[in-house]
């Protein structure tokens, strides 16, 4: 499960599951609504999310909870997602995130209910967002061959840009876990390490559009109406099967 000195993962390590990882605590303070149980297009924003995850290849998937409770109806193979509480939501994304890592570290037996040996599988997470639902399933896909391919932290890019969702392979998750603060998420860790980040192009695969407000929901439910033909090519033309296409690799 180690990394190499240079970031990215040894032999051993890249055959292991990559888990997904939904973050939907929040009570959507600006939106006046819990954002993971608003509907577009016939799916609640949480549903969307496990899709996306479960189409991109991810598994295990953990749904992170908080404000209300969140049950998705998708159908899906018996122990495919686990739900995570996150008591302290109000602090944050951060503390969602490190309930998800938490949970998928083997402090988490009884929170995921999976095995040791399946948690022992786990060496990576995508971590995706609830309220950017036009994210593309190929997006996640390629994170994942990222880091089959040897990268340790890979974010997705659009036009060059990194955003969401984000790949970390479980050797940073201690570091991840002592920074992950607020509302900032993993992302005093990318910057602080830099160097170990690949940006992975997905401008092609959908857009990173946050849902923030009642103006953003209706924004994004025309973008989805509009471009539900081309999301739907996309995630058909250019997911796993397809070499991922690095716009900046730093290493040390």
């Not at 000195?5 to 609504?33: M, N, Q, W």
């Not at 089959?148 to 060059?160: E, M």
């Not at 994004?220 to 690799?249: K, Y």
Request: net charge negative; with cysteine.
């Amino acid at each position: 499960m180690d990394g190499t000195s240079d970031g990215r993962v040894r032999l051993g390590a890249v055959r292991t599951k990559v888990a997904g990882v939904l973050l939907a605590a929040g009570e959507g303070s600006r939106l006046g609504r819990p954002k993971a149980l608003v509907e577009l297009a016939g799916q609640t924003l949480a549903e969307r999310g496990v899709r996306l995850l479960q189409a991109g290849g991810a598994d295990p998937i953990l749904i992170v909870t908080g404000a209300v409770p969140v049950t998705p109806v998708t159908p899906v193979e018996s122990g495919q997602i686990r739900m995570v509480h996150n008591e302290r939501w109000r602090t944050g994304m951060g503390s969602s995130l490190c309930a998800a890592l938490l949970a998928l570290s083997e402090t988490g037996l009884s929170e995921t209910g999976l095995s040791e040996t399946g948690l022992s599988e786990v060496g990576a997470a995508v971590v995706a967002l609830a309220d950017q639902p036009l994210v593309g399933a190929a997006a996640v896909a390629r994170l994942i061959a990222a880091y089959r391919d040897g990268a340790s932290v890979a974010v997705a890019a659009y036009d060059g840009r990194p955003r969401n969702p984000v790949l970390l392979a479980r050797e940073h998750w201690p570091e991840i876990l002592a920074t992950a603060t607020g509302d900032q998420g993993a992302r005093a860790f990318l910057r602080s390490r830099a160097d170990l980040v690949t940006l992975i192009e997905c401008g092609d695969t959908g857009r990173p559009d946050d849902i923030d407000t009642a103006e953003d929901l209706e924004r994004v439910a025309r973008l989805a109406s509009e471009h539900s033909a081309s999301e739907n090519n996309a995630s058909e033309n250019s997911g796993q099967g397809r070499e991922p296409r690095i716009v900046r690799e730093k290493r040390t």
